[in-house]
């Protein structure tokens, strides 16, 4: 209800939300899209979320694959500090990368914080423990005996990670890489602290627009959030059941 409730607001033609609306228009989504802060958040959003989850496969995806198959010791406390960031509030972890980045500034002179790459880096470190999660989920359901099978009949170790391992946990891949996405396009905890003169993601422009303004953009802006966000579990949905990795 509240879901519609946003779409159905975005709809009125009122300059001021109230109730009953005096009628219908779609002007509040071509306002939105005017509005400079809303248009350059909304790519940089989208460039951080694409970005910071392929980033997050590349890392978190071998590291799953060492936690289930490999036998080292450590494993616990190295599975610990994947998922950590999953654990601690958004505020603090976002406050805490701000520090760490003005301390690694001052004793290499390398400018971090308020860069993209900067906020590249802490959208890679929030995606890690989605992806880890449901790959490490994934594989536990997984038999070593058909990848062993592959081994003995003759497949190198590449083969059977890309020809099978891969195939066989699909759904974690795809459920990781969705989830990561959706966190990092709606971060505003961590975000709010690492943007830059002249950046803005869209969560920060919504917070900012919010503060001096009461028309209906807003919704229209969350409900383009919605329809993207649904797409995205419905497009994945019809191609991998996300039931199956939990």
């Known amino acids: 209800m509240p879901l519609v409730a946003v779409a159905w607001v975005s709809l009125f033609s009122n300059k001021i939300i109230s ?3 005096h009628g219908y228009s779609v002007a509040w989504y071509v306002n939105a899209w005017n509005l400079d802060n809303f248009r350059d958040g909304f790519l940089l959003s ?3 979320a694409l970005l910071s989850t392929a980033a997050g496969l590349l890392v978190a995806v071998p590291a799953a694959l060492a936690l289930v198959r490999g036998r080292f010791p450590g494993r616990a406390l190295i599975s610990t500090v994947l998922l950590s960031p ?4 958004g505020v603090v972890a976002g406050s805490a990368l701000y520090v760490f980045y003005i301390q690694f500034e001052v004793l290499t002179d390398w400018q971090v914080a308020g860069t993209t790459p900067g906020l590249l880096g802490a959208h890679v470190v929030l995606t890690i423990p989605w992806i880890v999660r449901l790959t490490v989920a994934s594989l536990a359901s997984v038999s070593e005996s058909v990848e062993e099978a592959a081994l003995n009949l003759g497949a190198k170790p590449w083969a059977v990670l890309w020809h099978v ?3 066989m946990i699909r759904p974690g891949l795809v459920a990781g890489g969705l989830f990561s996405f959706i966190v990092s396009f709606t971060d505003l905890e961590k975000s709010i602290f690492l943007v830059g003169p002249g ?3 869209l969560p920060i422009a919504i917070l900012n627009y919010l503060e001096w303004n009461m028309d209906p953009t807003v919704c229209a802006v969350a409900t383009v959030q919605i329809l993207i966000i649904g797409a995205a579990l419905m497009i994945s949905d019809r191609y991998v059941k ?3 990795v939990f």
């Open 46 to 48: 989208m460039q951080v």
């Open 165 to 167: 391992t891969l195939p």
């Open 19 to 21: 109730l009953p609306p």
């Open 199 to 201: 950046m803005t993601t």
């Open 86 to 89: 999953m654990l601690i509030p």
């Open 242 to 244: 996300l039931s199956r």
